[in-house]
């Protein structure tokens, strides 16, 4: 039987959750491996998404950023060879020099697994205006094209927002999935289970809470609308959100709730549903997998940083984009708890599921895998 190796060194985040939906449908009709960095086969993460798949783990790297000829090296090691199949699902980093270090290890073509990269940073769309954003993404696209010309790579695919129709041309495009195991409507209930207060305005930034989600952009929005709102902060907070808390006076500490920890998926999603808000005001211009899980939920989500999303806001009532500064948060995050959206038009029948987004990165690799239907976005062969 062929394997799928799945290439994912860093366990952080979402990370194990997208290679859990390529697992679950690849191990349909192949063995799959997962080659992850020392530890990761230990972390809470492994155990929330992959530990009750019978995955076989190996820590084959000794850093959470290995060099691309490590990562053949191991390939090498583990006896991956022509017949398998290599998914990378987060590849911005190892596209640079992909196309050089796999037929470096792999001289002969048809000796080389069937190899699938799946980059997170390239928008679908871009503003003519915007050249920082066409020099990036221009780059990652001339790569991926000298990585297909080179036979190191069989399909090079490129994250889209949940809601994005397009199918890409020299990318495939592959939707972000949209799962909440939670709904809005017992919001009251999961708030009395998580120990939240109940008639307050919950606004939360949930998930790796780092930096990049502008946390204190945020919390200064919550503090202007006085008494009627609260920050929640859950899951892992990393040093400088530490250090902003620790320099909050009492009166403002008082309006932040912290949840400390790696939160597993049905808990993520209960405070995703139990939230009034759910603040993506990231400034990664991409899609967001916590935005999918509001819009799941049925729950406002309120974006800010990105024009991806800012697109995708535009296709559904419960996401609102505005600018990132406090003043626009502030007026943003207002209009949202005095008047909460519904889902109106769109269903959550729209949203892509995690299998979903796994047969449309998996389409046409070998192993006897029967082409899925097709689905808005996400077709086999549109690259």
């Not at 001289?107 to 940073?121: A, I, K, T, Y």
């Not at 930096?211 to 919390?219: E, F, S």
Request: proline share 7%.
């Amino acid at each position: 039987m062929p394997t799928t190796f799945i290439i994912e060194p860093d366990p952080a985040g979402h990370r194990f959750q997208y290679a859990a939906h390529i697992a679950a449908v690849a191990a349909r009709s192949t063995r799959v491996v997962l080659l992850t960095s020392v530890g990761g086969s230990t972390r809470e993460e492994y155990a929330t998404h992959l530990g009750h798949l019978g995955v076989d783990a190996r820590e084959a790297f000794g850093s959470k950023t290995p060099a691309p000829s490590e990562v053949v090296a191991a390939l090498q090691q583990s006896g991956a060879g022509r017949g398998d199949v290599v998914v990378v699902p987060e590849a911005d980093k190892m596209i640079t020099s992909w196309w050089r270090a796999l037929p470096r290890g792999y001289p002969r073509r048809n000796s080389r697994p069937h190899v699938v990269l799946l980059m997170l940073q390239v928008p679908s769309h871009i503003s003519w205006r915007d050249r920082r954003g066409w020099a990036r993404s221009g780059a990652k696209v001339a790569l991926a094209v000298v990585t297909r010309v080179r036979g190191a790579a069989d399909t090079v695919a490129s994250l889209v927002a949940q809601g994005d129709p397009s199918r890409g041309l020299l990318l495939r495009h592959v939707r972000d999935p949209a799962i909440c195991s939670h709904r809005a409507r017992d919001q009251e209930e999961l708030r009395r289970r998580l120990g939240l207060p109940a008639g307050t305005p919950l606004v939360s930034v949930l998930g790796v809470v780092s930096a990049r989600k502008n946390v204190p952009l945020v919390a200064d929005a919550v503090f202007r609308l006085g008494g009627r709102a609260t920050l929640v902060l859950a899951g892992w907070l990393l040093p400088e959100i530490e250090d902003w808390l620790a320099g909050l006076d009492d009166q403002r500490r008082d309006r932040v709730i912290v949840r400390r920890g790696h939160l597993p998926d049905e808990e993520l999603d209960a405070y995703v549903a139990a939230s009034d808000v759910v603040a993506v005001a990231h400034s990664n211009n991409g899609p967001s997998g916590l935005m999918g899980k509001a819009l799941a939920a049925g729950t406002p989500a309120l974006t800010a940083g990105s024009r991806v999303r800012a697109r995708d806001a535009a296709r559904w009532e419960t996401v609102l984009h505005t600018d990132l500064d406090v003043d626009a948060l502030a007026a943003a995050l207002d209009r949202l708890v005095r008047h909460p959206p519904s889902l109106g038009n769109r269903s959550r029948a729209d949203l892509p599921t995690g299998e979903q987004f796994a047969s449309a990165l998996l389409a046409g690799a070998p192993s006897g895998r029967t082409a899925p239907q097709p689905t808005p976005g996400a077709r086999a062969g549109s690259h």
